[in-house]
Structure formats: structure tokens, C-alpha cells
């Protein structure tokens, strides 16, 4: 598909089952992305690296998923320019609620767009219509998706 024009990135494998549904809906709307995991607490060069070179490699748009204190987005965020969209994991211990306030409580001046918790297929919508602002094509695919989606809902029986 290409260069990636989305980061897709993670705090641990374990979130990945929740990322790949952002993975899947960027396939479907022909978006190419990366995917890794970053720790901001295992791995902070890393993630330090990571942040300061990511958009001088043609990415646009950076979802983030992390669980528990969350701090991936954030500091990704502090980082760069481009846009993050968080996605806080539901945890074990308090089922996402931690992830989700660490993510939108950010502080003035390190903005984090932030999905419900386990949203990565939002997350990856809200992508594509960031990146459809510039690109008719992607545009295009939203607004079938769209469409089909409220034809689905209009087809269903009760």
C-alpha cells in the first residue's frame, strides 16, 4: 500500500487485539500504517526516538492504545505535531476507567484525541477523516462506509 501515512502504536502486545480493529478498518479504507509497540515506561528512548522522527517519515496521523496509567499518547503527544488519537485499554483493574481519564486529562498546550475505551475502530474512522480532509479518495471511502452503515441499520428487523 505504500508508505505509512498512519502509526499505529501500542504500550504492550497485549493490547493488540484491541489495535488490530484499527489495523483492519485502515486496510478496508486502502490507508497504509504501521504497527509496533512503544512503552513509554519500559521503553522511553524508544518511544523518545519513535516521537522525534516519526513525522519525517511521512506519517500524518498517530493512534496511540495503552492500558493502566496510560501515559503512551500523552507523551507522544509532548513530542510531536501531528495528531494522536488515544485509545485507552480497558484494564483489569478498573476496566478502562484509569486508562481513559490518564488519557483525556491531559494538561493545556498537549492535546490528545481520545476514544471510548477499546476504541480502536473509531479511532481508525477518526484517522481517515483527518486524512480525508486532504485526500478525496479516502473522503470517497468514509462516505460509503457511511452509507452503508445506514443502510445496514435501515434493513434491520425487530
Excluded at 512503544?38 to 500524518?60: I, N, Q, W
Amino acid at each position: 500500500m505504500g508508505k505509512p501515512i498512519v502509526s499505529i502504536i501500542m504500550g504492550s502486545d497485549s493490547d493488540l487485539s484491541v489495535m488490530q480493529e484499527a489495523a483492519k478498518l485502515l486496510e478496508e479504507f486502502e490507508i497504509s500504517y504501521e504497527i509496533s509497540i512503544v512503552s513509554a515506561h519500559r521503553t522511553p528512548d524508544r518511544l523518545y526516538k519513535y516521537a522525534k522522527e516519526v513525522d519525517t517519515r511521512g506519517v500524518k496521523v498517530i493512534i496511540a492504545g495503552a492500558g493502566g496509567a496510560a501515559h503512551l499518547p500523552g507523551m507522544v503527544a509532548s513530542l510531536t505535531v501531528l495528531p494522536i488519537i488515544g485509545v485507552p485499554i480497558k484494564s483489569k483493574a478498573m476496566n478502562g476507567i484509569d486508562s481513559l481519564y490518564s488519557i483525556v486529562q491531559m494538561p493545556g498546550g498537549v492535546p490528545v484525541a481520545s476514544m471510548a475505551i477499546n476504541g480502536a475502530k473509531n479511532a481508525a474512522i477518526f484517522a481517515a477523516e483527518i486524512i480525508g480532509i486532504s485526500n478525496s479518495t479516502v473522503k470517497e471511502r468514509l462516505l460509503k462506509y457511511k452509507e452503508d452503515m445506514r443502510i445496514m441499520v435501515e434493513e434491520m428487523k425487530c
